[in-house]
């Protein structure tokens, strides 16, 4: 009886840990550039009784594309990641809501720098202000026609390795490998929807708190049980 309410706390353990990836992954709905979390459970041993332990991997399929008409918005179809520049090292996302700060530099809405081939993306060319700035669908920079560089898109070839840093953007684990493409597909003017779908997130939370009722319910009954054999050889 002990290894079976042993089990049980285990398993609402995970399904609360499951809960709260769902409703961080709805929170997260209209984040540019999100990618859900995916859940699923192991099974492992420990001190001779199966435990059950919950993780979780981001989906970094493609989101839908969204017409902005922002001239610093940009969006990746296909593989790739935008690079940004960090204090700890690179940074990757697929958001590409982008600005200019105040010395003319490309940045993202937490200020990391964005990266070209050649380094930080600057857009002022007469060292003053920003001209009128266009981007070819391979990522090559313009202001005003001038040449000013290319976004540099990183292609992470495997990434479930990616360790996420905040609601879109990551940073390599010891286990990522990525190459820098050559011939990426960038949208001038678009950004990228999360790729959570609200409907089955929602559908998803209902079945775990069934779920996690269920486990609750068969917990009481087995703590009701052990309670009454207890008081039965009391009065023995």
Same mark, same amino acid.
């Given at each position: 009886m002990?290894?079976?309410l042993?089990r049980?706390?285990y398993a609402?353990?995970?399904q609360?840990?499951r809960?709260?990836?769902v409703?961080?992954?709805l929170?997260?709905?209209k984040t540019?550039?999100?990618k859900?979390?995916m859940?699923f459970n192991?099974?492992f041993?420990?001190?001779?009784s199966?435990n059950?332990q ?6 970094? /399929?493609?989101?839908?594309l969204?017409?902005?008409? +922002?001239?610093l918005?940009f969006a990746?179809? #296909?593989p &790739?990641?935008? @690079?940004l520049?960090s204090?700890?090292g690179?940074?990757?996302?697929r958001?590409?809501h982008? /600005?200019l700060?105040?010395?003319g530099?490309l940045? +993202? ?6 990266? #070209?081939? &050649?380094g930080? @993306?600057y857009?002022?060319p007469?060292g003053v202000?920003?001209?009128a700035?266009?981007v070819?669908e391979?990522?090559?920079i ?10 540099r ?5 495997d990434?479930?390795?990616l360790?996420?840093v905040?609601?879109?953007t990551y940073r390599a684990?010891?286990?990522t490998?990525l190459?820098y ?11 990228e929807?999360?790729?959570v ?9 209902i ?5 996690f ?5 068969t ?5 009701d049980?052990l ?9 023995y």
């Amino acid at each position: 009886m002990d290894i079976e309410l042993s089990r049980l706390k285990y398993a609402l353990t995970a399904q609360l840990n499951r809960n709260e990836i769902v409703a961080n992954n709805l929170a997260n709905a209209k984040t540019t550039g999100f990618k859900k979390d995916m859940t699923f459970n192991d099974l492992f041993e420990a001190e001779n009784s199966r435990n059950i332990q919950t993780n979780q991997q981001a989906d970094h /399929s493609q989101g839908a594309l969204e017409q902005t008409g +922002n001239p610093l918005d940009f969006a990746i179809s #296909g593989p &790739g990641m935008f @690079v940004l520049e960090s204090e700890t090292g690179e940074l990757y996302s697929r958001d590409g809501h982008f /600005s200019l700060d105040r010395d003319g530099f490309l940045v +993202n809405s937490s200020g990391y720098r964005v990266l #070209g081939q &050649g380094g930080a @993306v600057y857009l002022s060319p007469d060292g003053v202000q920003s001209g009128a700035v266009s981007v070819s669908e391979d990522g090559q920079i313009y202001v005003d026609d001038q040449p000013m560089g290319a976004f540099r898109i990183a292609r992470v070839l495997d990434p479930a390795t990616l360790l996420r840093v905040d609601s879109n953007t990551y940073r390599a684990g010891e286990e990522t490998r990525l190459e820098y493409m050559e011939k990426p597909r960038v949208f001038q003017g678009q950004l990228e929807d999360s790729n959570v779908d609200p409907v089955a997130e929602m559908i998803s939370m209902i079945d775990l708190q069934r779920q996690f009722e269920s486990i609750q319910k068969t917990v009481t009954t087995l703590d009701d049980a052990l309670q009454n054999a207890a008081n039965k050889i009391g009065n023995y």
